[in-house]
């Protein structure tokens, strides 16, 4: 049962991807889709046995790797934060799966579409179970590949082509530090496993690195390193550029990578390593200052995006920040309550702005809508409550999370342990409680409620979208309004032993307890930005806003916003730009053309003699030609090695050793 659960989606990738010509369209997505379900209903399973029975299974398969120290198997933990995240991944897969099937029903290239699905949750499967950080990365950047493969899945638009290699190149960024950090861990511990990590962990506190004349502590460059990878997969500030540019996928694609699959391996990342992460203040701190700035920073940049897709994706950042400074301040387990969380109601929000899309004739500008909840009503009411769990609404989904992230930014503001940056945290988030609600019913009233801005035309093929793509979308708003309420005891609530050792825990800090004691004001804080910020959405679309531009600095503010802190214009100066220039003027046509080509094949080929000419004649430059010559080379070789006139033809050892020089010549 447990390895099956990985597996099935890489025998529906297979089947669907090699065998859809002969499967068909429906054949194909049926039996991708069943695949996908049936690891759902098996994850349950294994959530009940591992979760509530407290059974933690650990399976070593083959071996891998076995080179002298290092010494690899192919092994899949089971423990409370896997069978979670199998939960989440294998239900949002289940639902986006069947979405697909009417999403993209004219698409000619279904049955490839459904594989690549396929393969990323595969990937995904593999990132979450293995039980060694070598294995994990595998799946990391089988995640990766994933992801471009599914963003370029519509290969011929030259937008999708450059999101894509976006995505790849910037994530390079992350897994080069990710790549490092499992090169470390190695170095310092002598071993890749989890168990023997985490269990050796406080006798290498003062363990020490001499880099350049510097004392670097290895605990604190481990957690660096690793949450370098964590920035470049969770598109935190600084490599979170990648992330809204994948709105050039299908939107079943967007709504798989922001809500189970690829933004939340950073944060799995930070939870799975959180007993080696704890032993390093520093890096608690980084986690905090890059968390909570990701965190104002998206909610800031959403509220001035017309795109609906762009719009939530800003969004998920923006959560993804949430949960990682939610790491900083030592609360693991309320971060990946909120990821579950937020996985419902994001793959909720996603999935139903694919149904106006599809339901508008693939208009994606916010601004040329208008008035669709009389032509949309059930896309309008799911949309509306996953805005409002998004916003923290009371009894929601994000309410039990969100808001409790930021109750332990104040108790920790306040209390005598005073955690560094607590203060920080506690500002900017509840600052991005005020943005989150803002542009999230900006997005309401812009697409369902204010006045009708299409064309007739579109108005008059407007519609609700058929079941298939109904049906997921009431389930997530199910899951949107009772997963917090239903998992808020077994996850955050106290004297709770769900997670076992498997998450550090910090009993010292008693956040559950003091959080219980803060005052009624103080913990409806959240609650009253986010209704300040509803009333001023609302204020801003049904009155007018002009006079927002007699303010300079309102107008200054919002033209910095509007231009993404200028990140991109930064990146593109002072980065891509050189780099092209150099890869063009001095690799290309120093180095190349010029240094390699006219002293190598072009300067070689002008000192042979006259007499030889036929040898110029065979270079020719096309690789096709010296493929031809080196297999004829080689047959030759082997007829005078093996021929039986070998036996008439004395060839010795010494010959067929120059044999063999002149075939490599």
């Not at 399973?45 to 080179?67: K, R």
């Not at 393969?119 to 990766?144: K, P, R, S, Y």
Request: hydrophobic share 50%; net charge neutral; glycine share 6%.
């Amino acid at each position: 049962m447990y390895i099956t659960i990985i597996w099935l989606p890489l025998l529906g990738s297979l089947v669907s991807g090699f065998g859809g010509r002969w499967l068909g369209r429906y054949g194909a997505c049926i039996f991708s889709t069943a695949c996908v379900i049936s690891s759902f209903t098996l994850s349950l399973l294994i959530f009940y046995e591992v979760g509530f029975c407290g059974t933690i299974c650990h399976l070593s398969l083959l071996p891998w790797i076995n080179a002298e120290a290092l010494s690899v198997q192919w092994g899949f933990l089971f423990d409370p934060v896997t069978v979670v995240m199998l939960v989440v991944i294998t239900s949002i897969s289940s639902l986006v799966h069947l979405y697909s099937i009417s999403y993209m029903e004219t698409d000619p290239h279904c049955p490839r579409f459904m594989a690549y699905l396929e393969v990323f949750t595969f990937f995904m499967l593999v990132l979450v179970t293995a039980d060694n950080i070598l294995q994990m990365f595998l799946g990391w950047e089988g995640v990766g590949l994933a992801s471009y493969l599914l963003i370029n899945f519509w290969f011929t638009r030259l937008a999708a082509n450059q999101s894509a290699i976006k995505a790849l190149v910037v994530n390079r960024v992350g897994d080069f530090g990710l790549s490092l950090a499992i090169f470390t861990i190695f170095y310092t511990f002598s071993s890749v496993e989890y168990s023997t990590i985490f269990s050796t962990v406080p006798f290498f506190q003062d363990y020490y690195f001499s880099f350049l004349q510097f004392e670097i502590n290895s605990i604190t460059a481990i957690g660096l390193l690793l949450f370098t990878g964590a920035v470049g997969k969770s598109a935190q500030l600084g490599l979170h550029t990648w992330l809204p540019d994948a709105m050039e996928g299908p939107t079943p694609v967007s709504a798989l990578i922001h809500a189970a699959t690829m933004v939340t391996a950073g944060v799995f990342l930070i939870i799975r390593f959180s007993p080696l992460i704890e032993y390093s203040v520093f890096v608690l701190h980084i986690l905090v200052i890059f968390g909570a700035l990701t965190a104002v920073f998206a909610s800031m940049v959403g509220v001035f995006q017309n795109d609906l897709k762009r719009v939530i994706a800003y969004s998920t950042c923006s959560q993804l920040g949430y949960m990682i400074f939610a790491c900083g301040l030592s609360c693991y387990n309320v971060s990946m309550f909120h990821l579950t969380n937020h996985a419902f109601f994001k793959a909720l929000l996603f999935l139903s702005a694919g149904s106006v899309i599809h339901g508008v004739s693939d208009e994606q500008d916010m601004r040329r809508m208008g008035s669709l909840k009389k032509f949309l009503p059930l896309t309008y009411s799911v949309m509306l409550i996953g805005s409002l769990a998004l916003a923290g609404f009371p009894f929601l989904a994000g309410f039990y999370s969100k808001d409790f992230i930021i109750e332990i930014t104040q108790v920790l503001t306040n209390s005598n342990l005073n955690i560094a940056f607590s203060g920080l945290a506690c500002w900017l988030g509840s600052l991005a409680v005020f943005f989150t609600a803002f542009y999230s019913f900006r997005l309401l009233y812009l697409t369902f409620i204010n006045n009708c801005n299409m064309s007739r035309i579109n108005i008059n093929s407007t519609h609700e979208s058929n079941l298939l793509i109904l049906i997921p979308l009431v389930f997530l708003a199910f899951g949107s309004m009772f997963v917090g309420y239903l998992c808020r005891d077994f996850f955050i609530g106290f004297g709770t032993d769900f997670w076992k050792i498997s998450i550090f825990n910090l009993p010292i800090h008693s956040n559950q307890i003091e959080v219980e004691y803060l005052q009624i004001k103080i913990k409806w804080l959240p609650f009253f930005l986010s209704v300040f910020g509803v009333i001023l959405a609302s204020s801003l679309n049904i009155f007018s806003y002009r006079w927002f531009k007699k303010v300079k600095i309102v107008s200054f503010f919002a033209f910095l916003i509007n231009k993404k802190w200028y990140w991109d214009s930064l990146y593109s100066k002072f980065l891509v730009r050189p780099t092209l220039n150099f890869g063009y003027n001095v690799s290309f046509k120093n180095l190349d053309r010029g240094f390699i080509e006219i002293i190598g094949p072009y300067g070689l080929a002008k000192m042979i003699p006259s007499w030889a000419s036929m040898l110029k004649r065979i270079q020719t430059g096309q690789i096709t030609h010296y493929l031809f010559f080196t297999t004829l080379g080689l047959c030759f070789f082997l007829v005078l090695l093996f021929f039986p006139l070998s036996n008439y033809i004395m060839i010795s050892l010494p010959f067929s050793l120059y044999m063999v020089l002149l075939l490599f010549i």
